[in-house]
Structure formats: structure tokens, C-alpha cells
């Protein structure tokens, strides 16, 4: 009779959009050997979610949402429901910008009484590949202090920072008020994974949001799962402005206490239309300033999603124009 393999499990650390091209890519995985979590932030306040924190006074869904979506049953455009939960109203009074994923996330929360439950219920619906998992259940606000001193508030203010604050300041703390515990089933996940995957996302208001939860910091300096960054394409104006490809391992070190053992990295020059709509932001494609002996094992490829990215009708925020291919990166980090 032969023996049954052991499944490797992956933990998928963040939030928002990269998170998502994680979860897209490897998903497809999930029966084939692999066993996924996502653990994302519970930091998020703008947009609709922004608008239904503040009115229903319940944990942000924005990142639950992107997740679950993500690891739903079927490809793209081949789960109704799937397309459902990421349906964004373009128009209607106190409607328009919400999404629907959002307002369904609330309501199981009205009606079951507890956001674990929600998102539990919806996992179940959208027979999700993989788990969901909230890095805490406490109600907390983002909380930055720049090199100059100045102290801001709230995701969306760090995130969005041109109304409040020069985006070239770089940020040198990051924390939660109140501090908050990381959820067990969190910290469960990370002791148990073989492989923790970091980004890409926006590194102060997706990635290390989750850092900083009680516990989660230490569980991950601990756990004898390889970590995984994968750098991002383009700076940040706000966050990770000037920012190049070592700056993004110094930075996740110096919140995890420990240097990640592989990094991915992008290789292929990005389309120069694309670099030209993003300099008058002032963002910028990353460097690749890696020295040959880093330390660690570093994967340059080709990670690049061939298509420009489409902002969806209603969407209000701003959203990253190239991204990396779901499929590029989990056929890297399936090799590892």
C-alpha cells in the first residue's frame, strides 16, 4: 500500500491585491499536494470598507474579501459567485463604491454574531481552497512615525498620504493602538507552516500590519518554515518611497526579527508607457541592488503579469497597473 504524502503548508501573509495574485496562483495546487492559509490584516479603513468600519463598528472585510475571493472554487469568470463577491456598485445613492463581498461580510456578521463565523459561512459558500484567517479580532488603527517625527494615523492616511503628509518621509515605526493579540489560529497556522509567503503588497499598510500583531513577529522568527518575500514591481509613494529591493528585506527583518531565506525578484523591465504613468505619481520601478552572496537564495525571473491592469467600475482608490502573474509565482514558490 503506498504511503500517503504529507501535505506541505503554505501560509500566505498580507493582504489587498498581492495577496490575491499569491492565492490566484497557488490555489490551483490546493488538492495537489498543498494545504493554504491566508492570514491578512485587520488594519484596512478606507473605501467601503472604510465606510462600513465606521458605520457598523465591525472588523474591516476588504482584505477577508480579496482572499476568500481568491481562493474560491474555479478559475476566473468561472464561479457566479466568485464574480459576485468581487461585484463593485458604480452608481445608487450610498451604494455606489461598495462591494459586494463587503456588505454580505456585515451582514453574516449581523446575523451569526461573530466576523469569524462570517467568514467561516463564507468560506463555506464560495468552497474556498484553503483557510482564511484574521490576524486579530481586536478593532485596531494603523499608526505610523516618519523620519521627521510626525505621527499619522490610519490606513488610509499612511496609504494615501499627499492630503496629510510628504510622501518622501520615510516611515520609521509602525504599530497598532490598541495593541492587539494575534488571533491562536494565527499563530497556530505559522508554527505549523513549511513555507510563509510575504507580499506583494504594499509593505506598511498590507504586509507588516500583520507583523505587528502580538505574537506574530516572534511565531515567525521561531517557525522553521522557509520565508518567502517577493519584492514589489514599483515604489510607493508614502511608504516605500527611494525604496530598493534590499530596503524591502532590511525593513521585513527588522519587524520579524529574522532575514527571509528567498527572494523573488522580478527581471523583466517593465513596458516604459507603464514607468511613464507612474513617475507622475512619483513611483518607480524597483532596483535590484542585491549583492551575489546576499546571504539568502535569490530567484530573479520573469514574474510580470503580461496585461496592464484595468481599474473596475466604482472603484475609488487607487489600484497598482502591473502586477505579478499568479501562475509565474506559484510555479517559483512550488519549486522551492
Given at each position: 500500500m503506498p504511503i500517503k504524502k504529507k501535505?506541505?503548508?503554505?501560509?500566505?501573509?498580507?493582504?489587498?491585491t498581492g495577496t490575491y495574485t499569491v492565492l490566484t496562483g497557488l490555489k490551483?495546487?490546493?488538492d495537489d499536494g498543498i494545504s493554504l492559509s491566508a492570514i491578512v490584516s485587520m488594519a484596512d479603513s478606507g473605501g467601503s470598507t472604510g465606510r462600513l468600519r465606521d458605520e457598523f463598528g465591525y472588523l474591516p472585510v476588504g482584505d477577508v474579501r480579496m482572499a476568500l475571493a481568491?481562493?474560491?472554487?474555479?478559475?476566473n469568470g468561472d464561479n457566479l459567485l466568485r464574480e459576485l463577491f468581487l461585484y463593485r456598485f458604480d452608481k445608487g445613492t450610498g451604494l455606489k463604491g461598495h462591494n459586494v463581498g463587503n456588505l454580505l461580510l456585515v451582514a453574516l456578521t449581523d446575523i451569526l454574531g461573530s466576523e469569524t463565523k462570517a467568514i467561516q459561512f463564507a468560506g463555506e459558500v464560495l468552497r474556498i481552497r484553503g483557510k482564511v484567517i484574521p490576524v486579530t479580532t481586536r478593532n485596531v488603527t494603523l499608526s505610523a512615525k516618519y523620519a521627521d517625527g510626525s505621527i499619522v494615523k490610519g490606513e488610509t492616511n499612511i496609504d494615501e498620504p499627499p492630503r496629510i503628509h510628504d510622501g518622501t518621509q520615510r516611515i520609521r515605526r509602525l504599530w497598532l493602538d490598541p495593541e492587539a493579540p494575534a488571533t491562536p489560529?494565527?499563530?497556530?497556522a505559522i508554527r505549523a507552516a513549511d513555507m510563509v509567503v510575504l507580499g506583494p503588497g504594499d509593505l506598511y499598510t498590507s504586509i507588516l500590519p500583520n507583523v505587528i500583531a502580538g505574537g506574530v513577529a516572534k511565531a515567525l522568527s521561531k517557525a522553521h518554515a522557509k520565508l518567502v518575500l517577493i519584492v514589489n514591481l514599483m515604489s510607493k509613494y508614502g511608504q516605500t518611497h527611494g525604496f530598493n529591493a534590499s530596503d524591502f528585506i532590511t525593513e521585513t527583518a527588522k519587524y520579524i526579527g529574522r532575514a527571509p531565506d528567498v527572494i523573488l525578484l522580478n527581471n523583466k523591465p517593465l513596458p516604459p508607457s507603464i514607468i511613464k504613468k507612474y513617475r507622475t505619481e512619483q513611483e518607480f520601478p524597483i532596483v535590484d541592488d542585491l549583492p551575489p552572496s546576499a546571504g539568502m537564495r535569490v530567484i530573479r525571473r520573469d514574474f510580470l503579469r503580461p496585461d496592464e491592469v484595468k481599474k473596475a467600475s466604482g472603484d475609488v482608490r487607487k489600484i497598482s497597473l502591473v502586477r505579478h502573474d499568479p501562475k509565474k509565482l506559484a510555479r517559483a514558490l512550488l519549486s522551492l
Amino acid at each position: 500500500m503506498p504511503i500517503k504524502k504529507k501535505k506541505k503548508n503554505i501560509v500566505v501573509l498580507g493582504g489587498g491585491t498581492g495577496t490575491y495574485t499569491v492565492l490566484t496562483g497557488l490555489k490551483e495546487y490546493a488538492d495537489d499536494g498543498i494545504s493554504l492559509s491566508a492570514i491578512v490584516s485587520m488594519a484596512d479603513s478606507g473605501g467601503s470598507t472604510g465606510r462600513l468600519r465606521d458605520e457598523f463598528g465591525y472588523l474591516p472585510v476588504g482584505d477577508v474579501r480579496m482572499a476568500l475571493a481568491a481562493l474560491a472554487e474555479g478559475e476566473n469568470g468561472d464561479n457566479l459567485l466568485r464574480e459576485l463577491f468581487l461585484y463593485r456598485f458604480d452608481k445608487g445613492t450610498g451604494l455606489k463604491g461598495h462591494n459586494v463581498g463587503n456588505l454580505l461580510l456585515v451582514a453574516l456578521t449581523d446575523i451569526l454574531g461573530s466576523e469569524t463565523k462570517a467568514i467561516q459561512f463564507a468560506g463555506e459558500v464560495l468552497r474556498i481552497r484553503g483557510k482564511v484567517i484574521p490576524v486579530t479580532t481586536r478593532n485596531v488603527t494603523l499608526s505610523a512615525k516618519y523620519a521627521d517625527g510626525s505621527i499619522v494615523k490610519g490606513e488610509t492616511n499612511i496609504d494615501e498620504p499627499p492630503r496629510i503628509h510628504d510622501g518622501t518621509q520615510r516611515i520609521r515605526r509602525l504599530w497598532l493602538d490598541p495593541e492587539a493579540p494575534a488571533t491562536p489560529e494565527a499563530l497556530s497556522a505559522i508554527r505549523a507552516a513549511d513555507m510563509v509567503v510575504l507580499g506583494p503588497g504594499d509593505l506598511y499598510t498590507s504586509i507588516l500590519p500583520n507583523v505587528i500583531a502580538g505574537g506574530v513577529a516572534k511565531a515567525l522568527s521561531k517557525a522553521h518554515a522557509k520565508l518567502v518575500l517577493i519584492v514589489n514591481l514599483m515604489s510607493k509613494y508614502g511608504q516605500t518611497h527611494g525604496f530598493n529591493a534590499s530596503d524591502f528585506i532590511t525593513e521585513t527583518a527588522k519587524y520579524i526579527g529574522r532575514a527571509p531565506d528567498v527572494i523573488l525578484l522580478n527581471n523583466k523591465p517593465l513596458p516604459p508607457s507603464i514607468i511613464k504613468k507612474y513617475r507622475t505619481e512619483q513611483e518607480f520601478p524597483i532596483v535590484d541592488d542585491l549583492p551575489p552572496s546576499a546571504g539568502m537564495r535569490v530567484i530573479r525571473r520573469d514574474f510580470l503579469r503580461p496585461d496592464e491592469v484595468k481599474k473596475a467600475s466604482g472603484d475609488v482608490r487607487k489600484i497598482s497597473l502591473v502586477r505579478h502573474d499568479p501562475k509565474k509565482l506559484a510555479r517559483a514558490l512550488l519549486s522551492l
